[in-house]
């Protein structure tokens, strides 16, 4: 069953911009991770956060987890076209191996 | 790299058909995992499999079932394809453990 919630369901941005796209959880986990999709093609690994940490960097990404609230970001900076995609959080559940994911939120980023 | 590959791309298939998806990893990992994606309903989880020969129903088993003979390969088997499942079928592995996990390029199927 789906367990992240992703928003929004769609965003433009001009390139140059940044991107920020939440996701939220119902049930504790172990850690999140995040995902890109290419139109037509699988999955992607982008970033994994665990429970005890609060924020994390790969490159232009910064992806953060408040536990509390249950929800993470994650924070595209200086999009280029290339990071035109759609991108899923997935949640790693503590008491099995089962990633859920969310129904994704689509970037467009215009020239 | 991990390398997780499926055997075809795009598959056309007839109503009733028997379908045989292939999904093969090169990184020994334990887990495989079918998934359907759907426009707007994000990636639902078909079948997995924790180890050979071994396997879990997912949110939407109903018309499929897998094999796991090596570790290696994981088959989804629609018995007598329908319409409905017409959609995009990706597969993927992962080692034991809270990781990453790996996927392939995605199978899109139509029934016709």
């Known amino acids: 069953s789906q367990q992240g919630e992703e928003d929004p369901q769609a965003l433009s941005i001009q390139e140059g911009e940044n991107a920020t796209m939440n996701c939220s959880y119902k049930t504790s986990i172990n850690n999140l991770q995040w995902y890109r999709q290419n139109s037509g093609r699988g999955l992607v690994h982008l970033i994994l956060?665990?429970?005890?940490?609060r924020e994390k960097h790969s490159g232009r990404l910064r992806v953060t987890l408040d536990t509390s609230k249950k929800s993470s970001s994650l924070l595209i900076t200086a999009s280029r076209a290339a990071d035109t995609a759609s991108y899923f959080c997935a949640t790693d559940a503590n008491d099995d191996y089962k990633l859920s994911f969310g129904a994704g939120t689509t970037v467009t980023v215009r020239a | 790299d991990v390398k997780v590959t499926q055997s075809s791309r795009y598959l056309v298939k007839r109503t009733g058909e028997k379908v045989f998806l292939e999904c093969v990893q090169d990184m020994d990992h334990e887990n495989m995992f079918w998934y359907r994606q759907d426009p707007g309903l994000g990636l639902r989880l078909i079948y997995f499999?924790?180890?050979?020969?071994?396997?879990e129903k997912g949110d939407i088993p109903e018309g499929y079932s897998v094999s796991r003979e090596k570790k290696e390969r994981f088959s989804l088997i629609l018995e007598s394809a329908s319409t409905n499942q017409t959609s995009m079928y990706l597969c993927a592995s992962r080692p034991g453990g809270y990781n990453e996990q790996f996927f392939g390029p995605g199978t899109r199927l139509t029934v016709l």
């Open positions: 499999s924790y180890d050979v020969k071994m396997k």
């Open positions: 956060i665990r429970s005890n940490e």
